[in-house]
């Protein structure tokens, strides 16, 4: 029997797609394969909470399995009336795309047509199967290549291309499940969320950030380190700056073609508050 994916995260029927998104989060960061190595249970518990939120995370199937069209699994749930599979009701094979060995419909079509035999539609390709995949905001700036785990435990070698966004989904060819008739198999979808940085915040192809700068510096002028996406750089500070100026590093924003712009954001601080000679040149002294 497929398990209940409310039951499986943990939240009530009336919970909130916040509610769900976070207990999913937290259930699937605590158990994730690459904390717990070669430990089955943990693994297993992991499979369970990612094909829990795989139905209450979409809203058409949540909505499919609130009214009972479909089970914890996502497989239909057959004719209302009808009995238990093999007892009068038939379930769609999901793992194909077709429709499962006994299709009444199939029969019905091949009997108005004089068919004495269903004709064999040929090999079919393999499932496609979808996973949430959480990426950091740098390598979304400047793309990467990376190894994931993805929820059945397999790993999965993915390009992430540069400027990519949290809703995007990223297709890997052949991924999938394999065909059950010698076909082709299915491709992996995986849909990106992309991280918040602590550092910078990203408007389309630009990023802009704040960098502390001594009064010394600032009245002077001097340079800076600035961390970059794809490394640390030294920016020039013009004499007689302020908090608020914006400066401009040219190329170092969204790695995309033309790359954007990393805007710099001055705020003025005391190297040392307590600075006697500060004080008395304040003091006019």
Do not use: C
Not at 94 to 120: H, K, V, Y
Not at 167 to 189: F, Y
């Amino acid at each position: 029997m497929a398990l209940d994916p409310y039951t499986v995260l943990g939240v009530p029927r009336t919970a909130s797609e916040a509610d769900i998104k976070k207990a999913y989060r937290a259930r699937a960061k605590a158990l994730h394969p690459d904390l717990h190595p070669n430990d089955e249970k943990k693994s297993d518990e992991f499979k369970r909470v990612s094909a829990a939120f795989e139905i209450l995370g979409d809203a058409e199937k949540k909505a499919k399995f609130d009214r009972g069209e479909i089970d914890g699994e996502g497989n239909p749930r057959g004719f209302p009336g009808g009995g238990a599979a093999g007892e009068g009701s038939y379930r769609w094979d999901t793992r194909g795309g077709g429709a499962a060995q006994g299709d009444p419909f199939e029969d019905i079509l091949s009997g108005m047509f004089g068919g004495g035999r269903r004709r064999n539609p040929g090999p079919m390709k393999g499932r496609d199967v979808r996973y949430r995949v959480e990426i950091s905001f740098e390598d979304a700036v400047t793309g990467a290549r990376r190894r994931m785990t993805m929820a059945d435990g397999s790993a999965l070698d993915v390009n992430i291309p540069a400027g990519i966004t949290s809703g995007q989904v990223l297709r890997l060819k052949s991924q999938g499940q394999p065909s059950p008739t010698q076909g082709p198999p299915g491709d992996a979808l995986l849909e990106v969320e992309v991280a918040a940085s602590p550092i910078w915040t990203r408007e389309d192809k630009n990023l802009r950030m704040s960098v502390p700068v001594d009064l010394k510096k600032a009245v002077l002028g001097g340079n800076v380190d600035v961390k970059t996406p794809s490394g640390t750089v030294s920016l020039k500070v013009p004499p007689g700056s302020n908090t608020g100026a914006q400066l401009r590093l040219k190329g170092k924003g969204v790695q995309v073609t033309p790359p954007g712009d990393l805007y710099v954001r001055l705020e003025i601080v005391l190297a040392d508050p307590k600075d006697e000679g500060l004080k008395r040149w304040a003091e006019g002294r």
